[in-house]
């Protein structure tokens, strides 16, 4: 376990904002956990932190920030359709992910590049191009951090939704590691429908191939690298927004004037891309100091090179308040303020 007060959490989110947290631990493992809930640490004000990539801080953060570091892979069951890994929740998810196509273990391929520790994946329910972790994951080993016990939650438990989980609404509970079932060739389930991922594959692709999961994982790298900011060249953090889900009543006056709007029926309503939204506004690649709107996309907001959370946060507003006047629309940010 190792301690750093007044820490600086520049290198610690994908934004590149400037920000300190009055303490930061950096855990391996069980034994670290029960050390840190000895000491109370628990008790007063703190956070759990993966890799930054979901987070947007607007000033320094008066309590103590908890970082896996851990990074034990562990095989649990095998059998000739599928496996059954632990990873622990500092690994890298893109990592894990090589390590499972390099096996020839599919079923996260299409999340690959997502920048996501293993710890934030089922707490996020992440997802693209047709997959998400719910998909694969199988129960999800926790710390909890009021009892000081260790448990473990079912696939069930974790009520799965559209990036949200029982740990986003319960951060009480610390992801210590994941248990995921992946699959062997040839009881792979490819998904290759989602987007432009099909005509991203090799002509002479063949979902029989060996190298069927490695191609995927490729294209789905390459598309990303070409839409998506890199965080080590442009701070951000991926969608800022979520879609909204709104009446169809709402949608169909929206289409009177906009009869090319795209929506997707749900259960509970029409769902909206924001981007669109965004992009009739006229925001798409705007830039207003040190902050902007990514030119190939309009979701992602980004940071110019010396952007602060708070000027982040205001071109939100800005935005939220166009697509609001402009559609009636009330858009709401995916990424998580801190301090709230
Ligand atoms: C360029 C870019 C592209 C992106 N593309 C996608 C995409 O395609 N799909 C997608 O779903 N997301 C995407 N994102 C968003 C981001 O990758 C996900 O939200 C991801 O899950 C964040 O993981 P993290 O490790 O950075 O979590 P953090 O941002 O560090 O934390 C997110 C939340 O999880 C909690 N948390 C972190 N670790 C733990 C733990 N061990 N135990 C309990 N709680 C924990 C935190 O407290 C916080 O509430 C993108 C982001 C960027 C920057």
């Given at each position: 376990m190792k301690e750093y007060k007044d820490y600086q959490l520049q290198g610690n989110n ?5 920000a300190r947290c009055d303490r930061f631990i950096e855990y391996?493992?069980?034994?670290d956990l029960?050390e840190m809930y000895k000491q109370k640490v628990f008790a007063g004000q703190w956070m759990s932190l993966?890799?930054g990539?979901?987070?947007?801080f607007?000033g320094d953060y008066h309590g103590t920030i908890i970082h896996s570091v ?75 951090t ?28 610390v ?163 801190i301090p709230?």
């Open positions: 994908t934004f590149g904002i400037p391996a493992g069980e034994e029960k993966g890799c990539a979901n987070l947007l607007c851990a990074q034990s892979i562990e095989k649990r069951e095998e059998t000739a359709q599928n496996i059954l890994v632990k990873a622990d929740a500092g690994i890298i998810l893109d990592n894990f992910i090589e390590y499972s196509v390099s096996n020839g273990w599919g079923g996260m391929e299409n999340l690959s590049a997502i920048p996501c520790s293993v710890g934030a994946a089922p707490v996020q329910n992440v997802g693209a191009y047709g997959a998400e972790a719910k998909d694969v994951v199988e129960r999800v080993h926790v710390f909890d009021k009892e000081g016990t260790f448990r473990s939650f079912s696939k069930e438990e974790c009520t799965f939704g559209y990036r949200d989980s029982f740990f986003k609404a319960n951060p009480q509970y992801v210590v590691s994941v248990e995921f079932r992946l699959t062997k060739a040839p009881s792979w389930e490819l998904r290759l429908d989602y987007g432009n991922l099909r005509s991203a594959l090799p002509s002479d692709f063949s979902p029989e191939d060996a190298l069927a999961l490695r191609m995927i994982r490729e294209a789905v790298r390459q598309i990303r690298h070409d839409k998506l900011p890199d965080p080590a060249e442009i701070g951000s953090a991926g969608s800022f927004f979520k879609n909204p889900v709104v009446d169809r009543t709402v949608v169909d006056k929206i289409l009177h004037d906009y009869p090319k709007m795209p929506f997707y029926e749900m259960p509970n309503g029409c769902k909206i891309p924001a981007g669109w939204l965004i992009e009739q506004t006229g925001w798409k690649g705007k830039k207003s100091g040190n902050v902007g709107v990514y030119e190939k996309q309009a979701l992602v907001l980004v940071n110019l090179g010396q952007a602060t959370g708070k000027e982040v946060w205001e071109l939100a507003q800005h935005i939220t308040l166009s697509v609001k006047e402009k559609f009636g629309v009330e858009i709401y940010p995916e990424v998580i303020k709230q």
